[in-house]
């Protein structure tokens, strides 16, 4: 019965690859995130979904690409791995979209690249 | 748009002690005020927030105090326990504005001394 699930929990991956990471949410939220955490802890919105619809896009390289299929799931791809994308993804949801809410966070998923 | 700043980086204090760690935003638009703890390794979880409508919230050993004036608000944390030994981040957002984004603080990262 977890709220916000991710996979995988850990990726160790090569510079150049392509790799996916999914999340998926059983609390109804309409809203789905992805933030980035660095090895400093700074932790940065990249995307935002409501209700499959983007509406949130930050300064992010266009390598990424967030899909999300439904609302309960959003999921991140991302191409031609380099080594500054190594990093903690936490996926994220929330009630609604107007950012008076609680932020429930997924476990991440470590990004190596090497 | 909005800054968050946060301070101490780090901050170590004796178990019984307070600690408290003070944020300053940037947008006078912000009304709402989170406060997050991530434990090692764990995801970041919301412990306690503030709308601007409020100058204080208390739960339990937890307080947070705002200053819209100042723009300022500050996270207390009294009787301090080992388990309250991990990072902290403020946030802040416009709540009820469409595709409002959450913005962290870079975190303080609490020791509690035996």
């Known amino acids: 019965d977890t709220a916000v699930s991710q996979t995988p929990k850990y990726l160790v991956t090569q510079m150049g690859n392509d790799k996916s990471i999914k999340c998926e949410q059983n609390l109804g939220h309409d809203t789905m995130y992805w933030y980035k955490q660095d090895s400093k802890k700074f932790l940065k919105i990249m995307f935002s979904y409501n209700n499959k619809e983007l509406i949130i896009n930050e300064t992010v390289p266009n390598r990424f690409s967030p899909k999300s299929p439904d609302k309960a799931h959003l999921n991140l791809h991302i191409n031609s791995l380099e080594l500054g994308d190594s990093a903690v993804y936490f996926c994220?949801?929330?009630?609604?979209?107007?950012?008076?809410?609680?932020?429930?966070f997924g476990p991440g998923t470590r990004l190596t690249v090497t | 748009g909005e800054n968050v700043e946060q301070h101490p980086s780090t901050l170590s204090v004796q178990e019984g002690d307070s600690a408290v760690i003070k944020c300053t935003y940037s947008?006078?638009?912000?009304?709402?005020f989170p406060w997050y703890k991530q434990e090692l390794g764990k995801r970041p979880q919301l412990i306690i927030d503030i709308r601007s409508n409020v100058g204080e919230k208390k739960d339990q050993r937890i307080a947070v105090t705002l200053n819209k004036t100042a723009k300022h608000f500050s996270l207390h944390i009294t009787e301090t326990q080992p388990e309250d030994s991990a990072v902290y981040f403020c946030?802040?957002?416009?709540?009820?504005?469409?595709?409002?984004?959450?913005?962290f603080g870079s975190g303080t990262r609490l020791s509690i001394r035996p």
């Open positions: 947008d006078s638009a912000s009304n709402y």
């Open positions: 994220a949801s929330s009630q609604v979209p107007t950012g008076g809410y609680e932020q429930y």
């Open positions: 946030a802040a957002s416009k709540g009820g504005s469409s595709a409002s984004k959450i913005i």
